[in-house]
């Protein structure tokens, strides 16, 4: 995408999400809101993204980092007046500039290309992203003259009764001629009403200078919704945790319960690998072919299992590395470990990786067995093919060496593994 910017409106106070934390850093899918949209910018070859920012300003500034530049919106005016606050970075400006709101985490990024496209080719000052709903109160409607061309956004307080009848509204998504857009934002009058500056109002402004707008329809209905809402929040996480688990399934992961299984966004598995119901894998993670996750199985971020390795009921993982062919079927936790490949975690194994200020670390070697019941106090090590008796504690900074049979509390070797030929 040639020469196109970004300005992705995030300044509301978000009143009805009741929140003290900003709307657009609660989650969907594991990541803020906010970062889905950041995505979209980002999948589209952005130059340069910038979020207009507000309420809590240095909190959203924290979350985006060096991913887009932040314009602090001083008094929250609307959102033509939040587009303005970009205008000492688009002096002489060319191109293209797409607009999206920072609450919208299902804007889909083949959805939003296929806009720009739309716009580059009808040669529009401005064309708005549009969708047609069965309940659109509280959107802007779209309006259309008798020939059915595009001339005016209606916001619901402005609409009239048969005006509140369109159902095609404004998702909030558009696309300007850069240089239009900043020679004619400070010429949008302030709202009646509402007492702001509507970024709607430029359809009427770009049709008096006779330039085209145009209003594209999008058949996906999910492209607007912006979470304004707790409520909205629930629906977003649903819809994109159904994408999530689609996207897995066409790659050949089975999951027998979609409407049970839980994954978040950055998630890698492999195929012919088996999600069980009630599981919740958290962004972050990769699982390898062939394993079998759950039921009632949480992976948690910075987990790595290999190929093969089995991760069953009641079992938690965090921050761990499981070699090919590990297996920890039953109640147990694994936190900091790294784990060999071909070891059995037995039944209730527990790693004590907090010790009331720092996170530990367990090694454990390839093919070791360790026992039913088992606490490792971290930091510890355990070798290859060793074993750790069942109801074993094996105390912080102690280890087994290679092949030691370790037991007792506290654990100590008392002997080798006997070699079976
Ligand atoms: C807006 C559109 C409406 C559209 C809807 C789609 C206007 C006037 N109306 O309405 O046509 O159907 O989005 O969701 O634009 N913001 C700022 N600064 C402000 C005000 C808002 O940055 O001063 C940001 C908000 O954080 C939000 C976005 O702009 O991300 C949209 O603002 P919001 O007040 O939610 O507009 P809507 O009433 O939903
Ligand atoms: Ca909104």
Known sequence: MKDLKTIILAAGKGTRFKSDLPKVLHCVAGRPAIDHVLDVAKALGSLRTYVVVGHKANEVRKVIGSRAEVVIQKRLLGTADAVRSCAPHFRQARGTVLVMCGDTPLLDKAVVRRLVQAHHKAKAACTVLSAVLSEPHGYGRIIRD??????????????????????????????????LLFSSISKIRVNPKKKEFY?????????????????????????????????????????????????????????????????????????????????????????????????????????????GV????????????LGPGVTMKHFSFLGDARVGAGSNIGCGTVTANYDGKNKNRTVIGPKAFIGSDAVIVAPARIGAGAVLGAGS?????????????????????????????
Request: aromatic fraction near 6%.
């Open 146 to 179: 008798a020939s059915g061309s595009f001339v005016a956004i209606r916001e619901e307080k402005d609409a009239s009764p048969s005006e509140k009848m369109v159902r095609e509204i404004n998702t909030g998504v558009y696309c300007f001629d850069a240089a």
């Open 199 to 307: 970024l709607t109002d430029i359809i009427e402004l770009f049709l008096s200078r006779h330039r085209t707008v145009r209003a594209v329809v999008t058949e996906d209905w999910t492209a607007n919704i912006g979470i304004n809402t707790r409520a909205d929040l629930a629906l977003c996480e649903r819809i994109c945790r159904e994408r999530i688990l689609k996207k897995l399934m066409s790659c050949g992961v089975t999951i027998v319960d979609p409407a049970t299984t839980y994954v978040e966004q950055d998630v890698r598995i492999g195929r012919d690998t088996i999600i069980y119901p009630c599981s919740y894998i958290h962004r972050d993670v990769q699982v390898g072919k062939g394993c079998s996750i759950g039921p009632f199985a949480r992976l948690r971020p910075g987990t790595r299992l290999g190929a």
């Open 310 to 321: 089995a991760v069953g009921n009641f079992t938690e993982v965090s921050r761990s590395t």
């Open 393 to 421: 504690v094996l105390t912080a900074n102690r280890s087994v060496p290679p092949g030691g049979v370790a037991v007792g509390v506290p654990a100590r070797t008392i002997k080798r593994v006997k070699k079976n030929g």
